[in-house]
């Protein structure tokens, strides 16, 4: 009974292992210029917005939280080295999800959204296959816009394919107490983010 016993232990031991999600320790986050640290990033355009080094915590409300310069230069990394393997891991993640399709008025698909608990949704923006998922929808370029970090929003490439819904997002963005960017990102494959509008006034 002894052997079968531990055996049974090593089992269950094993499949909590697979079942118990790893954190999250390369994410490039959306955020306002204001909230940045030493290692941000300044994105193509951007006036608002900068990229910075996160990782998820699991005693930090927001799920998640921003590399202490001390924490940083223990990962023995470049931030370049840091943001290139955070492209990776996002990529990684955006393949689980599936957006949610929104349809106008005249039927069409208008927008595409990924949303929900999770803080991670708005550091899908450095996902490199975004673009690709869109590209028979909307085309070879699309705009996508994250005003908090629950949701990251998809558009065709036009500016009056996003006008009729700038108010909401602008909202989201000046109301929640985690918000990532007021600036929409245009995307091309094989290319990064550029800013080409915005949809709030500047902080």
């Known amino acids: 009974m002894r052997p079968l016993f531990c055996l049974l232990l090593l089992a269950a031991n094993a499949l909590h292992a697979q079942t118990e999600r790893k954190l999250e320790t390369l994410l490039l986050m959306p955020e306002p210029k204001a909230m940045r640290s030493a290692y941000s990033i300044t994105p193509a355009g951007a006036k608002t917005t900068v990229l910075t080094p996160y990782r998820e915590s699991a005693v930090s409300p927001s799920g998640i939280e921003p590399y202490s310069q001390e924490a940083f230069s223990k990962l023995g990394m470049s931030i370049e080295t840091f943001a290139a393997r955070a492209k990776t891991a996002a990529d990684k993640r955006l393949i689980q999800l599936k ?8 039927g069409r698909i208008a927008y595409a959204v990924y949303r929900g608990e999770s803080p991670l949704f708005a550091t ?80």
């Open 99 to 106: 957006p949610e399709l929104i349809k106008g008025d005249d």
């Open 124 to 203: 899908l923006l450095v996902a490199p296959s975004l673009p690709k998922i869109f590209e028979e929808l909307f085309g070879k370029e699309i705009w996508v816009a994250m005003p908090d970090r629950h949701a990251l929003y998809v558009f065709p490439a036009r500016e009056e394919a996003f006008h009729e819904f700038a108010a909401d997002l602008a909202e989201r963005y000046t109301t929640d107490a985690y918000a990532a960017s007021c600036e929409v990102f245009a995307i091309k494959v094989g290319s990064e983010p550029k800013v080409v509008a915005t949809f709030a006034g500047e902080e």
